[in-house]
T-cell receptor, first 116, second 118 residues
Framework: AQKITQTQPGMFVQEKEAVTLDCTYD???????LFWYKQPSSGEMIFLIY??????QNATEGRYSLNFQKARKSANLVISASQLGDSAMYFC?????????????FGTGTRLKVLA | GAVVSQHPSRVICKSGTSVKIECRSL??????MFWYRQFPKQSLMLMAT?????????EQGVEKDKFLINHASLTLSTLTVTSAHPEDSSFYIC??????????????FGPGTRLTVL
């Protein structure tokens, strides 16, 4: 079964410090994609970073990096130099091929609070 | 960048009425649109996958007669909540994926529609 697990319902981090948000996944597919999204209180889903299953290097996008450990089936998000505006809900998601159709499966999310 | 709009952003209706939510890809053609539902402080749950010109594929447990989806063009999909009841109150989010030829690595989300049924 395809599944995304985020075990941290909430996290705190001091401003300017780095924080790691955990994500593990389960799939039998060889080809899949892993995503992280940010959802502020406004509700919009903001795409942060993507990692393909065949990508050998960890994805990076500015202050965001994805620590991809394929053997452990983990895709942790690292936010460096946290800012107050980073306070939001963060969702890990996986693109999976199910019955011939691509679907996106989301984890339960981690609420990040950046402290001044 | 790819922009997806949703209308309305917020709707309050009486129980028993039907509500239509539009999802438009503004600057690209989307063969596939997804409709999600999100309850407060919970994750996004996929309701259905909408392909242009064909019937939507509903997830298990989602009533297709309750949640009517129409994907009439490459830039527009609609979700109609028929005979809405208070338990249908939720945040509905659509997303759109680009045509083949682009990387299928991203889906672009609309800003969401908050439905409140009284």
């Amino acid at each position: 079964a395809q599944k995304i697990t985020q075990t941290q319902p909430g996290m705190f981090v001091q401003e300017k410090e780095a924080v790691t948000l955990d994500c593990t996944y389960d799939t039998s597919d060889q080809s899949y994609g892993l995503f992280w999204y940010k959802q502020p209180s406004s509700g919009e889903m903001i795409f942060l970073i993507y990692q393909g299953s065949y990508d050998e290097q960890n994805a990076t996008e500015g202050r965001y990096s994805l620590n991809f450990q394929k053997a452990r089936k983990s895709a942790n998000l690292v936010i460096s130099a946290s800012q107050l505006g980073d306070s939001a809900m963060y969702f890990c998601a996986m693109r999976a091929l199910t019955s011939g159709t691509y679907k996106y499966i989301f984890g339960t999310g981690t609420r990040l609070k950046v402290l001044a | 960048g790819a922009v997806v709009s949703q209308h309305p952003s917020r709707v309050i209706c009486k129980s028993g009425t039907s509500v239509k939510i539009e999802c438009r890809s503004l600057d690209f053609q989307a063969t596939t649109m997804f409709w999600y539902r999100q309850f407060p402080k919970q994750s996004l749950m996929l309701m259905a996958t909408s392909n242009e010109g064909s019937k939507a594929t509903y997830e298990q447990g989602v009533e297709k007669d309750k949640f009517l989806i129409n994907h009439a063009s490459l830039t527009l999909s609609t979700l109609t909540v028929t005979s809405a009841h208070p338990e249908d109150s939720s945040f509905y989010i659509c997303s759109a994926a680009r045509l083949a030829g682009f990387s299928y690595n991203e889906q672009f989300f609309g800003p969401g529609t908050r439905l409140t049924v009284l």
